[in-house]
């Protein structure tokens, strides 16, 4: 197999040696690395030339969607290789591309259980992905797929017309185009092996924002698709995989409204709040254990996050039911 190496940037100055380096490093004969600049106003496109890569400019739709498919319609190689401007492909990436491309018609590397910076936000973020990639996923395939480093046959890429611009940000356009890959008799294998180490730090601010955005177009997404693609590819892991947030979304809110109903003076509260809290607690022990097995403090910290993304979930579907009725499809 040769590769195109896709790399879609948006003012990544910071992070854009570190990420090439690795990439250039490992390249093969007949394989290319050609950067897609996405309107960046910071010296992006200055690095790329001193680092001697191939630039073009976007010529879709502002938004990863539309940097990703410049690249991807303009390679010439028996695959595309996307990978963000963020991410850090580690030692031997190139070896195991090749040994997973074998019958298959995409490839999805993994998330680093490591996280840049002390912020307890990054890391719940990057463990979180790591652990719902690699520990909850059964596999070896899987139905979603993540764009931070996702591997594609070039012939399947242009079947599929890429990603679906109209998705703006960088939010579920990997998921869309997973489902549809998988609808026309593709699959998807996962490479835990390659795990990617990601360069962009969180606030906790950041944090919540992001996740806001990405359940909120999640929502849109399932309720605008039409049912002729059967079950809907909403995340890498699948369905029996995702009980334990499904289930959390949902008796987060059951300890929230014990809370409350005890605070007005229903005896009952304590015990309907004690069964949503056992009930979500449960469902993410093994995150729990994981994360502070892996992160130490920062691990510890990091689960303060969990109870209030599960809590975001319900709000965000029914803002987006809410846009959906006003006649919003994304």
Not at 275 to 290: E, P
Request: charged share 20%.
């Amino acid at each position: 197999m040769n590769v195109t190496v896709v790399v879609p940037v948006h003012n990544n100055s910071s992070t854009l040696k570190r990420v090439i380096a690795p990439l250039k490093k490992e390249l093969l004969p007949g394989d290319r690395i050609l950067a897609v600049d996405d309107r960046s106003v910071d010296n992006s496109c200055s690095i790329l030339s001193e680092l001697e890569i191939e630039t073009v400019a976007s010529s879709g739709k502002p938004g990863a969607a539309g940097t990703r498919n410049t690249g991807g319609f303009l390679a010439k190689t028996d695959w595309i290789l996307f990978v963000d401007a963020d991410a850090v492909a580690p030692e031997g990436w190139r070896e195991h591309l090749s040994r997973r491309s074998g019958g298959v018609q995409a490839v999805q590397a993994v998330y680093s259980r490591n996280a840049v910076g002390k912020s307890a936000a990054t890391f719940y973020k990057n463990y979180y992905y790591f652990h719902t990639f690699t520990r909850r996923i059964r596999g070896p395939y899987i139905k979603g797929c993540g764009t931070f480093f996702f591997a594609v046959e070039a012939d399947v890429f242009g079947k599929l017309k890429g990603f679906d611009e109209n998705i703006a940000g960088a939010t579920i356009e990997d998921a869309d185009f997973a489902e549809r890959l998988w609808a026309s008799g593709g699959r998807i294998i996962i490479a835990p092996e390659i795990e990617v180490f990601h360069l962009r730090e969180y606030t906790t601010n950041e944090l919540f924002r992001y996740e806001w955005n990405m359940m909120k177009a999640k929502a849109l997404y399932i309720l605008r698709r039409d049912g002729s693609r059967g079950a809907p590819s909403i995340s890498v892991a699948g369905f029996r995989e995702m009980i334990p947030v499904l289930s959390g979304a949902l008796f987060s809110w059951v300890f929230i409204i014990g809370v409350l109903l005890w605070a007005t003076g229903v005896s009952q509260g304590v015990f309907i709040a004690a069964a949503g809290l056992l009930v979500t607690g449960a469902g993410q022990a093994s995150f729990k254990y994981h994360a502070a097995h892996d992160g130490g403090f920062r691990g510890v910290r990091a689960c303060l996050f969990i109870l209030p993304d599960l809590l975001l979930i319900a709000p965000a579907t029914a803002a987006a039911v809410m846009a959906y009725l006003a006649g919003r499809r994304y």
